[in-house]
């Protein structure tokens, strides 16, 4: 989605370059017309609707907190836990055996600085480099405002996480195979009790990053305004 929503601001940015007044018609050539009609397509709109306006801002809202969440996520939770892909560091945790399709295409007997340099740098650039971007643009950016309506977000990113859930489920059965290991009850002591919970918490998770991202945006808005 995060890859998504930085083509859409690139085709956005590139169209406005090289069409700086609007996307009007010079003429009324049958061409120009055309080129008014996709120079349109590939604009936002002027004045949007309350609706679009809401919409996009939960489509840049859920892409960038479910990046840094995933982040979160496979750092503290996949990679202790041996699910990572790659040898986790020797610290006291509960591992299990390799069983998401991470471990497909990489070594977990091998730390992650001793695969090849593309594994490690695919690794690097989801679990991170994603991450570290979406950072700098909340941190560094005007143009990213606070969230509003703040209870919609709320409630869109905890919508948007019970979704992928759902999807996650829709994997189980024509896979067979659960794409975060804490949804498998057979890998959380046999106890769907557990497996539900921590459902529970990864969907909690959305607005606690909410939160974080709206109080960053909020203070970088209070600090550009005092200058």
Avoid at 39 to 52: D, G, L
Wanted: net charge negative.
């Amino acid at each position: 989605m995060q890859w998504i929503y930085h083509l859409l601001a690139l085709t956005w940015t590139g169209v406005h370059t090289f069409q700086p007044n609007g996307a009007e018609p010079d003429d009324d050539s049958e061409g120009s017309s055309a080129k008014a009609r996709i120079a349109r397509f590939f604009t936002p709109p002027h004045q949007p609707s309350t609706i679009e306006r809401v919409g996009f801002s939960m489509f840049y809202t859920v892409s960038h907190i479910f990046t840094l969440l995933n982040t979160a996520l496979y750092w503290t939770v996949l990679v202790p836990a041996g699910h990572g892909g790659f040898k986790a560091p020797e610290i006291p945790s509960h591992r299990h055996g390799p069983s998401n399709t991470t471990g497909i295409f990489y070594d977990p007997g091998k730390g992650l600085f001793e695969e090849d340099d593309i594994k490690a740098f695919s690794i690097l650039n989801i679990w991170t480099i994603t991450a570290v971007i979406a950072f700098v643009e909340v941190v560094f950016f005007n143009s990213i405002r606070r969230h509003s309506p703040v209870v919609g977000h709320v409630v869109g990113t905890m919508v948007a996480s019970g979704l992928y859930l759902a999807w996650a489920s829709i994997g189980k059965l024509a896979t067979d195979h659960w794409g975060l290991f804490f949804l498998d009850p057979k890998l959380m002591g046999n106890s769907t009790g557990a497996a539900v919970a921590a459902g529970v918490g990864f969907v909690v998770a959305a607005p606690i990053i909410l939160t974080y991202l709206h109080g960053l945006t909020a203070m970088r808005e209070a600090i550009t305004a005092s200058h």
